[in-house]
């Protein structure tokens, strides 16, 4: 269980610390971008492939007892979980990366980014905290908290690092979105449809899950079904 909290420890401070802060640019600017990003690539994989041996190999220490409430609960999150992502790797987003440039354009959110301009950290959210309700163990905790922490964290620092670097563009674009889903919609400063999101999309998204719900077990060796 050691190894998996410093596995994790580890993975965190490389994105929350670094990553995320101002000490990103001294790394640049000392180092050039490419050099930064080779280096932080390699470190960041490797921390992530420690983090998922760590959890493999970790003992089974529960938490609190499998509740098949909490699996419903889960299961129906994750589908919305499955279409963000398909959203979030499939709709151009200032706030992905190397999507900055888009910033400049007049019209800079369109579809799932006028309902959170972080929808795979929105997606990561879902999922994690999914893992930790419906698993109840400890290393699930360690493991999958690590990743809810990074999401929930992430577009504070995302946003400051791009209203840092791309002021003027940065503050229109913010005055359409919001990072919590459907809050720029409710506050009247945008508007969307789902067809303005996608609903080929959509389609892959909810294709995602059911692929995710039937090989989980041969996959991941554990079987998510509720009425196991």
């Given at each position: ?10 993975f965190?401070?490389?994105?929350a ?12 600017a000392?180092?050039g ?11 960041s994989a490797g ?10 190999s970790?003992?089974?220490v ?15 999150a994750?589908?919305?979980a499955?279409?963000?992502?398909v959203?979030?790797f499939t709709?151009p987003?200032p ?5 900055e ?7 800079a959110?369109g579809g799932i ?7 795979f950290l929105?997606?990561?959210?879902l ?5 930790i ?6 290393a699930?905790l360690?493991?999958f908290?690590?990743?809810?922490a990074l999401?929930?964290?992430?577009p ?13 563009d940065w503050?229109?674009f913010?005055d359409q ?7 720029a919609?409710?506050q ?6 789902l067809a303005?999101?996608g ?7 909810a294709?995602?899950y ?6 989980h077990g041969?996959?991941f060796?554990v ?5 196991t």
């Amino acid at each position: 269980m050691l190894s998996l909290f410093l596995a994790s420890l580890l993975f965190f401070a490389i994105h929350a610390l670094i990553s995320g802060t101002r000490l990103r640019g001294v790394l640049v600017a000392r180092l050039g971008e490419g050099v930064y990003m080779g280096l932080f690539s390699v470190v960041s994989a490797g921390a992530l492939f420690w983090v998922i041996l760590s959890y493999g190999s970790a003992p089974q220490v529960e938490i609190w007892p499998d509740l098949k409430g909490l699996k419903h609960v889960s299961l129906s999150a994750m589908l919305l979980a499955s279409v963000l992502m398909v959203l979030a790797f499939t709709t151009p987003n200032p706030t992905a990366a190397g999507g900055e440039k888009s910033l400049a354009r007049v019209q800079a959110s369109g579809g799932i980014i006028k309902v959170t301009r972080h929808p795979f950290l929105v997606a990561v959210s879902l999922w994690s905290g999914c893992h930790i309700l419906a698993n109840g163990d400890l290393a699930s905790l360690i493991f999958f908290g690590g990743f809810l922490a990074l999401s929930l964290i992430g577009p504070r620092q995302i946003d400051a690092k791009r209203a840092l670097k791309y002021p003027k563009d940065w503050s229109r674009f913010a005055d359409q979105t919001s990072w919590l889903p459907f809050a720029a919609i409710l506050q009247g400063r945008t508007k969307v449809t789902l067809a303005e999101i996608g609903w080929g999309r959509m389609a892959i998204g909810a294709v995602l899950y059911f692929l995710l719900f039937f090989l989980h077990g041969w996959a991941f060796g554990v079987v998510p079904h509720p009425f196991t």
